[in-house]
């Protein structure tokens, strides 16, 4: 098995099995979803991020001027056409914080295509936001519908095979407990001992999560490791003080901590871990058609947000700080081909 699938199921069990069951289901609905609120123009320089957002952002308008010299990059048909085509996978359900249908029903929200639309106003282009499922994503990429994909996409190797990527997240699992908890991670699996950990069952999360376990054992020590049926009920177990411990992928964690922050039993982050496991660290890059020449100025114009601070005050806004990169690379190295 490919690693692919793994890493998008990891991502949905961590923001609810019932989403992902729609969304998966969902693979043949037709590649569409028009640019909505929230955006920005070529002209305009202008654009909101968190925008609509439910409360999981904080709404911040950034300038972003164009670039020539990143625009003077860009394949002559795109520059000569004056707009990015940036594909998001998120039909039928959404996924916060990165893509979903934001509260006036209309505005295609969350960090993927906010960054789409950064990228889009430093190349001097208009952002075309098409939204689809996740398999009719790809499908639109390979017909040249879609120019670049900003929708949590993993870089592996095997994908290399059919796409160009420049970086531009962590791709991280999390360490969820209640706000008053003392516990962190601190980088270390022996921290662990003695605690009740929940994790979704046949997810990268839980393979790690065993993994720990074993050693622990060997070790003489040991933790508890606890499934439920949907994350409604891990959130129920967490704040009844069931379990110690949420492991899920950073983004549903970064999403929940800005759910519980004004209920009764707020949460926090308490440590990261690099999806891909120990040997890798895993990185979430914008997706273009192999060999189309877009790569290289998406990453340019990354590195242009990343050096000028909106790229920092984007994942500030989302509440996903923790996953920043230093720089965007064009195809860094990806999960490996035996990695499944």
Same mark, same amino acid.
Request: charged fraction near 20%; proline fraction near 5%.
């Given at each position: ?5 793994t890493?998008?199921?990891? #991502? ?6 019932? =989403?992902? $069951?729609?969304?998966?289901? +969902?693979? !043949?609905? /037709? ?9 920005a ?5 202008k654009?909101t ?5 439910n ?45 979903? #249908? ?6 295609? =929200?969350? $960090?993927?295509?906010?960054? +789409?639309? !950064?990228? /889009?106003?430093?190349?001097g282009?208009k952002?075309?936001?098409k ?17 670049v994909?900003?929708?949590n ?18 791709d ?5 407990v ?12 022996r ?6 950990v ?17 050693k622990?054992?060997a ?25 110690d ?20 039993t ?25 060999d ?5 100025p ?39 081909l035996?990695?499944?």
């Amino acid at each position: 098995m490919h690693h692919e699938p793994t890493l998008r199921v990891r #991502l949905l069990r961590g923001l609810g099995a019932a =989403t992902a $069951a729609v969304t998966l289901a +969902g693979g !043949l609905t /037709a590649c569409g979803g028009a640019e909505a609120t929230g955006t920005a123009t070529a002209s305009s320089g202008k654009v909101t991020v968190g925008a609509e957002s439910n409360g999981a952002a904080r709404p911040t308008e950034l300038s972003v001027p164009v670039v020539e010299s990143l625009r003077a990059r860009l394949p002559e048909a795109v520059r000569e056409r004056g707009e990015l085509v940036v594909g998001v996978g998120a039909l039928p359900a959404g996924f916060p914080p990165l893509a979903y #249908l934001g509260t006036d029903q209309k505005t295609l =929200t969350g $960090a993927e295509p906010d960054l +789409g639309r !950064l990228v /889009a106003a430093a190349l001097g282009l208009k952002p075309v936001v098409k939204n689809s499922t996740w398999e009719n994503l790809f499908v639109g990429i390979d017909s040249g519908k879609v120019d670049v994909a900003f929708t949590n996409v993993t870089v592996t190797e095997e994908r290399k095979k059919k796409y160009e990527f420049a970086s531009y997240r962590q791709d991280n699992l999390a360490f969820e407990v209640l706000k008053d908890s003392p516990w962190n991670f601190d980088g270390d699996y022996r921290n662990l001992a003695g605690r009740t950990v929940a994790v979704s069952s046949g997810t990268n999360q839980e393979k790690i999560l065993l993994e720990w376990q074993k050693k622990l054992q060997a070790e003489g020590k040991d933790l508890t490791v606890k499934y439920f049926p949907d994350t409604n009920s891990v959130f129920l177990a967490l704040s009844g003080k069931k379990i110690d411990i949420n492991f899920a992928p950073n983004p549903s964690i970064a999403y929940h901590v800005t759910q519980t922050a004004n209920g009764s039993t707020p949460t926090r982050n308490a440590g990261a871990f690099s999806g891909a496991g120990e040997s890798l660290q895993g990185l979430i890059a914008a997706t273009a058609k192999k060999d189309s020449g877009l790569a290289e100025p998406v990453a340019a114009a990354i590195n242009h947000l990343i050096e000028n601070g909106q790229y920092e005050k984007l994942l500030a806004a989302w509440n996903l700080s923790n996953e920043a990169v230093k720089t965007s690379e064009v195809n860094p190295p990806g999960l490996p081909l035996s990695n499944s």
